[in-house]
Structures are given as structure tokens and as C-alpha cells.
């Protein structure tokens, strides 16, 4: 990804709708998957480091990012010594050594993203989790993707087989950013189809009362995905382990 990319990411990721919001969904689902007292959390490709303050409301966090410039900034963020390092190598840690792992928008970044799950794997503890988060659909392919230098983008039976495939469990599995969707899906498709591809970046912030509008309607999906994922949505969600344990949707 660019360096002004990452410039701009550490810009937004305090107050731009999207950031806001999955942070919110996020801390949902991660609620109930780490002990309530010791829990040792990683966050795999943690970017210029906006959600590790989030992560650090339910342990120790470490974290790890390719990118020097993007190292930088999450420690400047976030006072924590980011590691150097991808995926499927080189990682810098130990095997089972972690209560939750997170790719947060990484593994469409990834060229092998079979490898790096089985990388992955190796660093949970017995009864860890591994929460994973992609971009969904190939039709909503974007200049956006290309820009951040996507190598794909993901259905919910795509991640599941690939996850299988490395010898997680799927705990559970499906959409978010749904209420969202045909706004989203539909600008998409304007864009395409009068050959308008728009900016690099989707990540322009909106106005405040537009923004404010848009981290509701978003960050509302968080009262519902504690319940059940959705069966649509341009994000995909799961849930793995390397146990195994009892499917949920």
C-alpha cells in the first residue's frame, strides 16, 4: 500500500464512520472470546494501529505490521513496540502463545492466504481464536482494492473453505456492514457502469452530520451480530479456532 495511503488511515481511523464503527462490531464479537482476566491478544497487520487501543480494553496486546511507515504511526499511537514482520513469514513470536489473533482486513493483502492461516494457527493457544475479517464479493471490486493492493476479495464460503483447509474450526461466519449494503453495492455498480472508477481511496471523510448518520446506521449492526451474522454484506466475519468446537452460524 502507499505510503500516503497510510498517511491518510492515520488521518481518519479516530473519527471516519467505517473505522468507528467496526471497532464497535468488533469489540462485540470479541467479548466472550478472551479470559476476563490475562487474556494475551495479537493483532496481525495492525496497520497505522487504530484498533489497538480497542484491543487493549480486554488485554495485553502485541502487534506486528510490515510496513515501516505504518509501524511508526501505531507506535506513536499507541505507545506499544510494533514488530516487524508478515505473513506467512517472517513472524516474530512464539507458537501458542496467544488468547486471540487478529487479521483485520489483512488477509486479502496476502499473495498466499492459505499459508498464512496455517501460519497463524500455530501461534493460538489450545483454546484460542483467531477473528478474521476480508473485503466481500469480487463484483465490488473497486479502484480502492487496487490502490491498497487487494489480491482479492471474499464470499463467506471462500474464507470458510480456506479456513478449513489450514485445520481451523469455523465457529462462526458471515457478513457485516449490511445495512450499508445497497447504498454501498449501488454506487459500486453507478461507478462501473459509466465507467466512472472513482477515487483510490473510499475513505474520504463526510461531513460531521453525514458521518455522525453513517457511524449509526453502521455501528447499530453491533446490537445485532451478538445474535447472528448476516447472510449478505460487503465485509466478511469469522470466527476460527484450532479446536475444535461446536459450529455456529
Not at 495485553?60 to 513469514?89: F, K, T
Request: charged share 20%.
Amino acid at each position: 500500500m502507499r505510503p500516503e495511503l497510510y498517511q491518510e488511515m492515520a488521518e481518519l481511523q479516530a473519527e471516519h464512520w467505517w473505522f468507528v464503527a467496526r471497532r464497535q462490531i468488533l469489540a462485540t464479537m470479541i467479548r466472550g472470546l478472551v479470559p476476563s482476566v490475562g487474556a494475551e491478544i495479537l493483532e496481525i497487520g495492525c496497520g497505522t494501529g487504530g484498533n489497538l487501543a480497542m484491543l487493549a480494553t480486554f488485554g495485553q496486546v502485541q502487534a506486528m505490521e510490515y510496513d515501516e511507515h505504518a509501524r511508526r504511526s501505531a507506535a506513536a499511537i499507541s505507545g506499544l513496540a510494533i514488530a516487524s514482520g508478515g505473513l506467512p513469514e517472517p513472524v516474530p513470536f512464539e507458537d501458542g502463545l496467544f488468547d486471540l489473533v487478529c487479521l483485520l482486513d489483512v488477509l486479502e493483502h496476502v499473495e498466499d492466504d492459505g499459508a498464512a492461516l496455517v501460519r497463524v494457527k500455530r501461534l493460538l493457544k489450545p483454546t484460542g481464536h483467531l477473528l478474521v475479517t476480508v473485503p466481500a464479493y469480487a463484483w465490488l471490486w473497486s479502484a480502492h482494492d487496487s490502490a491498497h493492493h487487494h489480491q482479492r476479495r471474499y464470499t463467506a464460503a471462500m474464507l470458510r473453505h480456506r479456513a478449513y483447509a489450514a485445520g481451523l474450526t469455523v465457529c462462526r461466519i458471515g457478513y457485516f456492514n449490511t445495512l450499508l449494503f445497497p447504498l454501498i453495492a449501488g454506487l459500486r455498480m453507478v461507478r462501473k457502469l459509466t465507467g466512472n472508477t472513482g477515487d483510490d481511496s473510499d475513505a474520504a471523510l463526510p461531513s460531521p452530520a453525514i458521518n455522525a448518520l453513517l457511524t449509526g446506521v453502521f455501528g447499530f449492526e453491533r446490537h445485532l451480530v451478538r445474535h447472528q451474522l448476516f447472510p449478505f454484506g460487503t465485509s466478511v466475519l469469522a470466527v476460527l479456532s484450532a479446536a475444535q468446537e461446536k459450529y455456529m452460524v
